[in-house]
């Protein structure tokens, strides 16, 4: 998958010492009232579910600051955005104006999880952000069945460092951004599927069409009925079909 950065980030790249690190003990209680928080916000159909993955995803793991970043189709190629951003960075990452030079500007089907030092130096588009940047951690987000984004996580703290259990955690939270991006882009796709639909009943004048409720009352009543036979729909809605 390509992308505009040409940053060598394999300099930066220390996703190895992980493995190396004490994983902290996890908090299942942390953990279980966020992740409820982040069902019943995607069951009640609230907006804004991604911001609420990220803001998540800098509490549990301890960070400062954290955001999603996706792929999106251009004519040079596909790019990475900041689809929500949280913590420390956000007014001022939003700010740059960047859809380009996210903190995800890696091939997220190569490397999947990435742990990476001095991130400002990894991304040059957050050098010009305020607070100082440690490390970077990374996990791919899949959306139909592609990694095509990554849940991230920065350290503002030179001296924290991420372990095994943040990794866990985000990878967790991943699951919860890709459900809820596959149904807001669901929800697009069938509003626009709508859209389309009534542009064509409306503007269909040959064809007298009519929606009726179980009922059979009419709901609806479009301009080719009212061509037809010659009622507006103020007097036809509400009669039966």
């Excluded at 800098?58 to 689809?83: D, H, K, M, N, Q």
């Excluded at 091939?107 to 940047?133: I, N, S, T, Y």
């Excluded at 009419?218 to 007097?235: H, V």
Aim: a negative charge.
């Amino acid at each position: 998958m390509a992308v505009t950065d040409t940053t060598d980030h394999a300099d930066y790249i220390i996703t190895a010492a992980l493995d190396e690190r004490p994983a902290r003990l996890p908090d299942h209680e942390a953990e279980n009232h966020a992740l409820l928080q982040l069902v019943d916000r995607m069951a009640s159909g609230q907006d804004a579910a991604l911001e609420r993955v990220a803001e998540q995803a800098a509490a549990l793991t301890r960070s400062g600051s954290a955001g999603i970043s996706l792929v999106e189709t251009a004519p040079g190629g596909p790019l990475f955005y900041c689809a929500a951003v949280a913590g420390l960075i956000a007014g001022d990452l939003d700010a740059t104006g960047s859809r380009k030079e996210g903190p995800c500007g890696l091939d997220v089907g190569q490397h999947g999880v990435v742990l990476l030092k001095e991130a400002a130096r990894a991304f040059p588009a957050l050098d010009a952000v305020g607070p100082v940047m440690g490390e970077l951690l990374m996990v791919p987000v899949h959306l139909s069945g592609r990694p095509d984004g990554m849940l991230w996580s920065i350290k503002h703290d030179p001296s924290d460092r991420f372990d095994r259990e943040d990794v866990r955690l985000l990878e967790s939270l991943a699951k919860f951004a890709s459900i809820a991006e596959t149904q807001a882009r669901a929800d697009a796709e069938l509003r626009d599927k709508e859209e389309r639909l009534r542009r064509i009943v409306e503007t269909a004048r040959d064809y007298a069409i009519i929606i009726t409720d179980p009922n059979d009352i009419i709901t609806d009543w479009f301009p080719g009925a009212e061509a037809i036979f010659g009622w507006s729909m103020a007097e036809a809605v509400g009669q039966p079909g």
